[in-house]
């Protein structure tokens, strides 16, 4: 399978560096807005096309996949566009700025019979398997809340609070605790409460989202671009408890039987070891198209739509509008 990795920024050198570690998948092409950037990247993994333009790159047919690596921003629009000329995409998260955009995404997709796949890593991961495969056991009994955190002192970073590029904690962290929350507990939501500290360029950077579903169970989730947490999930049931070191990039997932007065460690399981973890999500795209499939099962186009759906409630609680929304 040839890759073109549409942006040439940070996480486009950590995909071609999952790509060069895989066999029967190849970096092929890099697009970028300056083809002396292009050709360094180009260089420096071995490909055999380097584009000056997103536009130029798109029309090459000899790519199967493209990958989207561009601010949540323009997520839309080249995907958008690299449907149109006919190409399979995997789109980084967030996959988009609004479940709007998202949907106008996967329509033009499935009329065009195209796949198109949210580059959400953790949901294709082998930890997500062993997590679910947990609770399926009933090692924990029933589950009644979630709590999951993660944080980055990254609010140097200009992406991330500029909102002419869809910046904040919203898109680029709280999808993650989102996504845990929502693999563990569903999505069958009674009530959405939000609350954020508002970045000085108006995005938020700090967020705390309490979900209450329809059964009576609870997830707690916070994310900050201000400091760096401990990034743990904290899975509850009637007869246990489930810990996952990082929610981002799980490592180790560790079962806890509490009594009154220690806790009992019953399963210490480590993650399997990978080259980045972006390789199951390529992996996925590459076992979709060979089948002719137009999503991943990893991660449905209905479970994107509900994840984009639960943003833009917290985004309009609180009162956050981007401005190429207006």
């Known amino acids: 399978m040839k890759v073109g990795i549409l942006g040439a920024g940070g996480i486009a050198q950590s995909m071609a560096q999952t790509i060069a570690g895989l066999d029967d998948v190849e970096n092929y092409a890099i697009g970028s807005r300056n083809i002396d950037k292009a050709k360094a990247f180009a260089n420096e993994w071995g490909m055999k096309k380097a584009y000056g333009s997103y536009e130029e790159m798109l029309k090459d047919d000899d790519i199967d996949l493209i990958y989207i690596a561009v601010p949540h921003s323009h997520h839309h629009m080249w995907t958008i566009e690299a449907l149109n000329a006919g190409r399979n995409v995997l789109c980084e998260k967030a996959f988009a700025a609004n479940e709007a955009q998202a949907k106008e ?16 890593w953790t949901r ?3 930890s997500r398997k062993m997590i679910n495969d947990l609770i399926e056991k009933g090692v924990i009994g029933e589950i009644t809340t979630v709590s999951a955190n993660l944080g980055y002192r990254i609010d140097m970073n200009d992406r991330l609070v500029n909102p ?4 904040g904690a919203l898109l680029d962290l709280t999808v993650y605790p989102l996504n845990f929350a929502s693999m563990v507990l569903g999505d069958d939501i009674k009530k959405l409460n939000a609350t954020c500290v508002y970045h000085e ?44 070191e990082n929610i981002n990039n799980p490592s180790r997932i560790t079962v806890y039987a509490p009594d009154r007065t220690k806790y009992e460690i019953k399963e210490d399981l480590e993650v399997p070891k990978q080259i980045t973890g972006y390789e199951y999500e390529v992996l996925a795209c590459k076992r979709a198209i060979e ?36």
Not at 105 to 116: F, P
Not at 164 to 167: D, M
Not at 206 to 226: C, H, P, R, W
């Open 164 to 167: 002419e590029l869809a910046g």
């Open 105 to 120: 995404m996967i329509d033009l997709a499935e009329s065009k019979g195209l796949l198109l796949t949210e580059a959400i």
């Open 201 to 244: 360029t108006g995005v938020d950077g700090q967020d705390n989202v309490m979900v209450e579903y329809n059964d009576g169970k609870m997830a707690s989730l916070f994310t900050s671009i201000y400091a760096l947490t401990d990034r743990r999930g904290l899975i509850c049931g009637k007869e246990g408890f489930i810990t996952v």
């Open 291 to 326: 089948n002719g499939d137009i999503e991943c099962e990893e991660m449905p186009h209905a479970e994107t739509l509900e994840i984009m759906r639960q943003m833009d409630e917290i985004r309009k609680q609180y009162n956050i509008v981007f401005p190429f929304e207006k």
């Open 124 to 126: 294709y991961m082998p």
